[in-house]
Structures are given as C-alpha cells and as structure tokens.
C-alpha cells in the first residue's frame, strides 16, 4: 500500500471518527432541539466506537465525544430524566468526565498507556500517562467550576489537554527541532481557533480538523514525531 493511500485511508477514518460530532452540531444549529441532535448523531458514534476499540484507537477525545453521544442516546432512549438534567446543567463538563474515564482505563489497564509510544522505558509511559491523567482531573474541575462559560468551561480546558497531550508525547519519544516546529504550528491553529471561539463549536472542529491535517503534513515530511 503506497504512502498517499495510507494517508488517505487516514484521512477516511478521521473523518468518520468526527461525523458524529460534526452532525450533532449541524443538527443542533439547525433544529434547535439536543434530542433530535442526540438522536442523528449518536448511532454513527457507536459505530465509531465499535470500530475504534476493534482497531485499539487511542484518540481520546474523538472516543471521549463518542461516548458522550451515546450514552446521551440511551439517555433520550429509555427517558432517564436525571441524567437528562445532568447533561442540561453540565453539558461541557460531560465531555471531560469522558476524557478521564478514557484517560484512567489507557493507564491503568492497557500495555501502551495513553501515549502511542514504541519505547523500552515503560515507566517514563506511565509517568507522562499520570501527569496527563491529572491534567485531565484539573480539567474536569475547571470545567464544572465554569460551566456556564463556553469558554473557560470547555474550549480553554480542552486546547490545553490537546496540547499537554502532544507536548508529552514529545518528551517521550525524544526532542527534536521537527517536533518543536509542529508544536509551533499548532500553536498558530490555536491561535486562528480562538479568533473563532465565540462561534460555539466550530473553533474546536477547526481545531480538531487543522491539528489532524498539520500531523499529516508533518509525518509525510518527518515521519511521525509526536
């Protein structure tokens, strides 16, 4: 298989990772109502899901926001009105409790951690997997403590995980003036996105989407270095 069919096969499963999301906001725009949204969206999420857990993805934000359709479906499903006003009252934050569950089960209970990593020194995996998973904690917090801020509550604390993510996975694999190049680069896209923030969610698409297409470039220049 040539390289641009690989990427290209990438690029496909990317995609399909953020359908989910990129329908329940589109939905939401346009109807106005989160169970119509909860609805469309959440079947291509547990599609994502089943697929990403066959194929041992470790995307996890694309897995957190996965779970967080679902669980919002059988939520709407079977009418359970607690969790409905949970989700109401904290809706940003919900995002980052399914960070950390996913962040607490790569760390303790998987061989590779959270970090995609091929090195000998297991124990500087599992440090790094702790530090992330702390961050995610102080996240989840910030996020609850704010959450009536889009802002404060949801973009800030999710661009900072994205970062401290890849910033680890940095001083895992080893420094490189490719890497910090490509740091440098995402922090440009942070910048454009934050421009973008008072657009609800399309900054964090932006995000998402400009942060996937920069690690393509830079692995078809470098090879992969975060």
């Given at each position: 298989?040539?390289?641009?069919?690989?990427?290209?096969?990438?690029?496909?499963?990317?995609?399909?990772?953020?359908?989910?999301?990129?329908?329940?906001?589109?939905?939401?725009?346009?109807?106005?109502s989160w169970k119509l949204a909860f609805y469309l969206s959440a079947p291509f999420a547990i599609i994502s899901l089943i697929k990403a857990f066959t194929f041992k993805s470790?995307?996890?934000?694309?897995?957190?926001?996965?779970?967080?359709?679902?669980?919002?479906?059988?939520?709407?499903?079977?009418?359970?009105?607690?969790?409905?006003?949970?989700?109401?009252?904290?809706?940003?934050?919900?995002?980052?409790?399914?960070?950390?569950?996913?962040?607490?089960?790569?760390?303790?209970?998987?061989?590779?951690?959270?970090?995609?990593?091929?090195?000998?020194?297991?124990?500087?995996?599992f440090n790094y997997s702790l530090y992330f998973l702390t961050a995610t904690v102080i996240a989840l917090g910030f996020s609850f403590y704010f959450r009536t801020d889009y802002f404060l509550g949801a973009w800030l604390p999710f661009v900072i995980l994205l970062v401290l993510k890849d910033f680890f996975n940095t001083f895992i694999k080893g420094v490189s003036f490719a890497k910090f190049y490509l740091l440098g680069g995402e922090l440009i896209i942070i910048l454009i996105a934050a421009m973008l923030r008072k657009h609800i969610f399309v900054s964090l698409l932006f995000l998402i989407i400009g942060r996937r297409i920069l690690h393509l470039f830079w692995e078809k220049r470098f090879g992969k270095v975060v």
């Open positions: 298989m040539g390289f641009v069919q690989k990427k290209m096969n990438k690029i496909i499963d990317f995609g399909f990772s953020l359908a989910p999301l990129l329908i329940l906001v589109f939905t939401y725009k346009i109807t106005k470790k995307e996890i934000f694309l897995l957190a926001v996965n779970c967080f359709l679902s669980i919002g479906l059988f939520m709407f499903l079977f009418n359970i009105g607690w969790l409905q006003k949970f989700y109401e009252e904290f809706l940003y934050s919900m995002i980052f409790v399914w960070v950390f569950v996913i962040s607490l089960i790569l760390t303790f209970f998987t061989k590779d951690k959270i970090f995609d990593s091929v090195i000998t020194n297991k124990r500087k995996v």
